[in-house]
């Protein structure tokens, strides 16, 4: 595979962790036995990890960590960016592979980093320090040798540690319990975590490096093969950086992206990187899969709304109330501070309410405002609300100006690429967030998809008036383009949607599985992913808990949509609990009046645009020309055409992304 030179590493400090011979009863001898006690009472002895470490942080010692009392609970959060490799039989690794992996991912943990390394396998790291700052860097050693990288949270983890009271925890983190979880349940360990995860375990006496990912796919995972190497990592463009794979793009897909506004199922645009799919957990030696297995997927709990019991509405409500408070609660779990991304409409309202209720600080909460009398603008009403429970809410200000000079960046952060406008307001809040020093934001992905808040799931109630399609429409099926140009772009769409129906009675489960398979994996959560991370902020999701998405899909489907209103029940909650955020009002988003300021400035976008080298692949100047001048009514076509040409500059001519969006464009018309 091609490599390249790879930048000086930074200094850093090396830790040897070698296992010592404890005599016949330690476990230096029994390496990867997996324990014979269900309840994890004295299975596993004092030892030390083998492997070499390296670590950026000066301050961290050449021993391992001492034992945490086990009173304190877990108290550290793992949000960073992992990667790792192995090689296959007959090929060595190289040094510059694994500096280059670490630089690609630095964004997504500027506090701290790791390196493990043994044979042919290594693990990266980096750190963003939410919990237990001072502590709580990875890798992560288990007494047996077992080696871990994380990226995210296990919720349900001082449950975990309350189970294994003979386990010698080394520290408050609370990825370490998935150590004793992977020896004593092997690949079934993810059955048992509540939380938002993507995590490779390595265990040096087996050879064996198992990965997994949650089953909403809130943390992002992604994997490449060749013939000489596997290889992972949080971000594609990490593998691609670390010349692991080619900047390259697949025809096909770009049609995908362009019509469906993001790539469906594991694959990607990049050839030779796929996805990870939620839930999913691999079984990795010498450098091959040899073995794959998946969580159900969300919509398998529909078949339960019959067996839920016939509580009265204000029964099912209190249950509802104790859930969502309980989710988060959990996911204010923090020693860093943060803020709440509030947008007025009844997702982001009700999470407020819940945390101010649940919550240990003082609330911060953050809206977007796009000027006085601006679509989409809700800032006015969001910090009225915010005001009426007595949370200070900041009001960000996002101006033509700031899209003209920020959409290059956000592109170039959306590495697997999603054209769904709400990047624009996401960015900018999470750039405000992080100046004003906040590390985590709560926000309300996920409550459309799991309680039904979309127009089309009412729709669907009524099948003769909107009959289902036997072609998707697409971004650009209506623009007069000829559609043959895009080929069977919506042949990943339909295969989702027949592996869905096996699992559903009705057609709003349909509806609301399919979203929560295709797109809010791989397009609403790389969409927060990447524009929180690109801060050095974390986003939490507590709609899309585990508990939570369990209680939604056992709900009848007039709990969650009827023919006026979706999301039924949670508009009733807010009712209950905040009447006065308006949760019978119209809803509402970030809305960003994108399309206006484009349409503003068509003059200068379209020889601009028309001249991108990805976009005259597909479209004529005369059609860009047209699509720009509607931009105003018809935003997402004008908006599709302009992200994906940023993004093509970036990623695939390598064109840096700063400045506005004419010097970007400017540089690659130059090339082409």
């Known amino acids: ?18 296992r010592r011979k404890r005599g016949r009863d330690l476990i230096g001898a029994r390496l990867g036995r997996r324990s014979r006690s269900r309840d994890c009472r004295g299975a596993w002895r004092t030892g030390r990890a083998c492997g070499r470490v390296r670590r950026t942080r000066p301050a961290v010692r050449a021993v391992p960590p001492p034992r945490a009392p086990r009173h304190q609970g877990p108290r550290s959060a793992s949000m960073c960016g992992i990667a790792g490799i192995m090689m296959k039989r007959g090929h060595a690794l190289r040094e510059d592979v694994l500096d280059r992996l670490r630089t690609a991912l630095h964004h997504r943990g500027p506090n701290s980093s790791g ?11 980096t750190r963003l320090s939410i919990v237990d700052i001072e502590g709580g860097d990875q890798p992560l050693f288990g007494p047996d040798g077992l080696v871990l990288v994380a990226n995210g949270e296990i919720y349900n983890a001082p449950e975990l540690r309350a189970a294994m009271p003979g386990y010698p ?82 025809p096909a897909l770009r049609s995908e992206l362009l019509q469906l506004k993001h790539v469906t199922e594991e694959r990607t645009i990049f050839p030779g990187i796929r996805r990870v799919a939620p839930g999913e957990t691999l079984t990795i030696e010498h450098g091959e899969i040899t073995a794959r297995q998946r969580l159900p997927e969300p919509g398998s709990a529909w078949r339960t709304a019959g067996q839920v019991p016939r509580l009265d509405r204000p029964a099912l409500l209190e249950q509802l109330e104790q859930v969502l408070l309980d989710s988060t609660e959990v996911h204010l779990r923090m020693d860093a501070d943060g803020c709440l991304f509030l947008s007025g409409g009844v997702d982001s309202s009700l999470l407020l309410k819940l945390a101010q ?8 909460a953050l809206t977007i405002s796009y000027g006085e009398g601006q679509r ?83 729709r669907a109630l009524l099948p003769t008036l909107f009959p289902r399609r036997k072609q998707r429409r697409g971004v650009f099926t209506e623009s007069g383009i000829p559609l043959d140009r895009f080929g069977d772009w919506s042949a990943g769409y339909f295969a989702v949607e027949r592996r869905q129906r096996a699992l559903c009675d009705t057609r709003p489960q349909l509806l609301q599985s399919i979203d929560m398979a295709e797109r809010l994996p791989n397009s609403l959560l790389i969409k927060l992913d990447r524009c929180l991370m690109a801060h050095g902020v974390e986003g939490r999701t507590p709609f899309l808990d585990r508990e939570v998405v369990r209680f939604a899909c056992g709900l ?94 970036h990623h695939l001519l390598g064109l840096r992304s700063e400045g506005d969006i004419a010097a970007v464009l400017g540089s690659a018309a130059r090339l082409g």
């Open 357 to 364: 209720q649940v919550s240990r600080k003082p609330l911060k």
């Open 115 to 125: 390196l493990f390394r043994d044979g042919p396998v290594a693990l990266v790291n």
């Open 1 to 18: 595979m091609p490599m390249h030179p790879a930048p000086a590493p930074p200094r850093a400090v090396v830790m040897e962790h070698q």
């Open 556 to 649: 009848p489907d007039r709990l969650r949509v009827d023919l006026r209103w979706g999301k039924v029940l949670l508009r009733e909650l807010l009712a209950k609990l905040a009447p006065q955020a308006r949760p019978y009002a119209r809803k509402r988003g970030f809305g960003v009046p994108a399309g206006r300021w484009m349409q503003d400035r068509q003059r200068e976008l379209v020889p601009l645009v028309a001249a991108q080298p990805g976009i005259a692949a597909v479209f004529t100047r005369d059609e860009v020309a047209r699509i720009l001048g509607q931009a105003a009514e018809q935003e997402q076509p004008a908006w599709s055409l302009l992200f994906y040409a940023l993004w093509h500059s």
């Open 169 to 250: 925890f080394r520290t408050l983190s609370d990825c370490e319990p998935m150590l004793p979880l992977y020896r004593q349940y092997g690949a079934d360990f993810a059955d048992h975590l509540r939380g938002m995860v993507a995590v490779a375990i390595y265990d040096p006496a087996t050879g064996r490096l198992t990965l997994s990912r949650d089953p909403l796919g809130i943390k992002p995972l992604y994997l490449a093969e060749d013939e000489s190497c596997i290889a992972f990592a949080s971000e594609p463009q990490a593998l691609i950086r670390a010349g692991l794979v080619p900047a390259a793009l697949d």
């Open 376 to 458: 989409g603008d809700e800032s006015e009403a969001a910090v009225r609300y915010a005001e009426s429970l007595g949370v200070d809410c900041a009001r960000v200000r996002m101006t033509a100006e700031d899209f003209w000079n920020h959409a290059p960046a956000v592109a170039a952060a959306i590495d697997d690429p999603t054209t769904d406008a709400a990047v624009l307001p996401t960015w900018v809040l999470a750039r405000a967030a992080a100046a004003r020093g906040e590390k985590v934001a709560l926000t309300g992905e996920g409550a459309d998809e799991v309680f039904g808040g979309y127009t089309r799931y009412r």
